[in-house]
């Protein structure tokens, strides 16, 4: 993952080894709709540990689960 800075919060790359981090910054990313630098297998695994919306995590899954 490039850059994983936001304007008031710095999040360093070594930062996102630890899963509460990477939940937090997967779920911020996609609460704000930037999915640049988010990898598929880790939403897979975190999905259901995000702060998001239901309706987001069921169409991320329908998403991640689709045979395109």
Avoid: C, E, T
């Avoid at 709709?33 to 988010?38: A, K, L, Q």
């Amino acid at each position: 993952m490039k850059k994983a800075i936001f304007w008031d919060y710095k999040i360093k790359k070594s930062d996102l080894k630890k899963h509460k981090v990477l939940d937090f910054w997967l779920s911020r990313k996609i609460n704000f709709g930037d999915f640049s630098d988010i990898k598929k297998s880790d939403l897979k695994k975190h999905l259901p540990h995000l702060g998001i919306s239901q309706s987001m995590k069921q169409m991320i899954f329908r998403f991640l689960h689709s045979k395109k």
